[in-house]
């Protein structure tokens, strides 16, 4: 019989932080025995959804031959998970007394109080079945495509040491026999028997999302796992390498962003000046279209107007001699005239004389004679 967690049932995540805190429970340390050590886990059940439930930290002491030891904090309850022995607890004092006969190795978990661990990311988590968002509890023996998405956000509250140097590990166990496919992209998969292990990672304070496909026609899950862990010197190394180079790229990614925002803005604007230029054409190629349309009407009426003035032309041209014979008549009249006027000029004087003559043959009493003395 198979023993597994429903992903509705419980899909939970273990987040655990590993810190080494030594004690030193001598009075002397120059004639007193070596001091205990000890390392912690921490671990913090989280909801289907990645909101905190409770937390609990788990103490390996090396006991150094030492019997009695205390330790220092506020507990909600204290459990001993090696042997019978009960602490004696004083308010945030911890003391233990432990058998002579006790292991060199002890441990011990204390649960904590909700809000009083700070980590450093907090996680969202979603999910959905067949692209549409589901609901964890929704997920029970589903038949489908489950979408699991992981999202890790830095927390800037945290304690500075542990946002410079933890490491971050999402995890989780997918069971085949019920499963047709798993993807996961930017994650290891690694087989285990019957199982498929899915790990990724992300180095101190960075943020991302972690997609996990399951394709099952029965849909079960283990849960998922967050696991924060100390990077050693020559790994914290490397990562300040690696972030270095990543800011140096992300300054060569922005200024080559910019640039081709600038180069877009150009095609934009030569966009704009085609637009226009297009816009012109057309209009142009309307125009020639109604020229086309109009060019025989206008061959037509061309064609007429040339016959018509060919017409007047050879009417000219056969009125052309009554012209010149009128022209020259008329030039003939003009002389004579001239002369009869030049005629009249000269006989003005003549014509004085003749008016004084005249008045002399006017007989006295006013009234001319008549001839035969009548």
């Given at each position: 019989m198979k023993s597994k967690w429903s992903a509705a049932y419980r899909l939970t995540a273990a987040t655990l932080i590993t810190s080494m805190i030594s004690i030193n429970m001598a009075g002397n340390i120059y004639a007193g025995p070596p001091a205990v050590?000890?390392?912690?886990t921490l671990y913090v059940n989280l909801d289907y959804y990645g909101?905190?439930?409770?937390?609990?930290?788990?103490k390996g002491v090396t006991l150094n031959g030492i019997r009695s030891f205390s330790d220092y904090g506020t507990y909600k309850d204290i459990t001993n998970m090696s042997n019978y022995a009960e602490p004696a607890v004083d308010g945030d004092t911890v003391t233990w007394q432990l058998p002579e006969d006790t292991k060199d190795r002890f441990y011990y978990e204390c649960q904590l109080n909700n809000g009083e661990v700070v980590l450093p990311w907090d996680f969202d988590i979603s999910y959905k079945l067949n692209g549409i968002p589901k609901e964890a509890q929704d997920l029970l023996h589903a038949d489908g495509l489950v979408e699991i998405d992981v999202h890790c956000i830095p927390n800037k509250n945290a304690n500075i040491y542990y946002q410079n140097n933890m490491l971050l590990q999402v995890a989780t166990m997918v069971d085949m026999e019920d499963v047709n496919s798993v993807e996961a992209p930017g994650?290891?998969?690694?087989?285990?028997g019957t199982y498929k292990a899915v790990?990724?990672?992300?180095?101190?304070?960075?943020?991302?999302?972690f997609h996990i496909e399951i394709s099952s026609h029965d849909f079960e899950s283990s849960g998922v796992i967050m696991m924060m862990v100390p990077g050693t010197l020559d790994q914290i190394s490397d990562i300040a390498d690696v972030k270095e180079a990543k800011d140096t790229f992300k300054d060569s990614a922005d200024e080559l962003l910019d640039g081709m925002n600038e180069m877009l803005d150009t095609l934009h604007n030569i966009s704009n000046g085609m637009d226009v230029?297009?816009?012109?054409?057309?209009?142009?190629?309307g125009a020639r279209e109604n020229f086309d349309a109009s060019k025989d009407e206008i061959i037509s009426k061309t064609d007429a107007s040339i016959d018509s003035l060919e017409a007047a032309n050879q009417k000219i041209s056969q009125l052309a001699p009554d012209i010149m014979a009128n022209k020259q008549g008329l030039d003939d009249v003009n002389n004579k005239m001239n002369t009869l006027v030049e005629t009249l000029q000269?006989?003005?004087e003549d014509f004085y004389n003749l008016s004084s003559s005249l008045r002399d043959l006017r007989f006295p009493g006013g009234s001319p004679k008549r001839p035969g003395g009548v």
């Amino acid at each position: 019989m198979k023993s597994k967690w429903s992903a509705a049932y419980r899909l939970t995540a273990a987040t655990l932080i590993t810190s080494m805190i030594s004690i030193n429970m001598a009075g002397n340390i120059y004639a007193g025995p070596p001091a205990v050590s000890v390392d912690e886990t921490l671990y913090v059940n989280l909801d289907y959804y990645g909101k905190e439930t409770d937390s609990s930290v788990v103490k390996g002491v090396t006991l150094n031959g030492i019997r009695s030891f205390s330790d220092y904090g506020t507990y909600k309850d204290i459990t001993n998970m090696s042997n019978y022995a009960e602490p004696a607890v004083d308010g945030d004092t911890v003391t233990w007394q432990l058998p002579e006969d006790t292991k060199d190795r002890f441990y011990y978990e204390c649960q904590l109080n909700n809000g009083e661990v700070v980590l450093p990311w907090d996680f969202d988590i979603s999910y959905k079945l067949n692209g549409i968002p589901k609901e964890a509890q929704d997920l029970l023996h589903a038949d489908g495509l489950v979408e699991i998405d992981v999202h890790c956000i830095p927390n800037k509250n945290a304690n500075i040491y542990y946002q410079n140097n933890m490491l971050l590990q999402v995890a989780t166990m997918v069971d085949m026999e019920d499963v047709n496919s798993v993807e996961a992209p930017g994650a290891q998969i690694q087989s285990l028997g019957t199982y498929k292990a899915v790990l990724f990672a992300a180095v101190p304070g960075q943020e991302k999302t972690f997609h996990i496909e399951i394709s099952s026609h029965d849909f079960e899950s283990s849960g998922v796992i967050m696991m924060m862990v100390p990077g050693t010197l020559d790994q914290i190394s490397d990562i300040a390498d690696v972030k270095e180079a990543k800011d140096t790229f992300k300054d060569s990614a922005d200024e080559l962003l910019d640039g081709m925002n600038e180069m877009l803005d150009t095609l934009h604007n030569i966009s704009n000046g085609m637009d226009v230029t297009k816009k012109g054409l057309s209009q142009l190629q309307g125009a020639r279209e109604n020229f086309d349309a109009s060019k025989d009407e206008i061959i037509s009426k061309t064609d007429a107007s040339i016959d018509s003035l060919e017409a007047a032309n050879q009417k000219i041209s056969q009125l052309a001699p009554d012209i010149m014979a009128n022209k020259q008549g008329l030039d003939d009249v003009n002389n004579k005239m001239n002369t009869l006027v030049e005629t009249l000029q000269d006989s003005g004087e003549d014509f004085y004389n003749l008016s004084s003559s005249l008045r002399d043959l006017r007989f006295p009493g006013g009234s001319p004679k008549r001839p035969g003395g009548v």
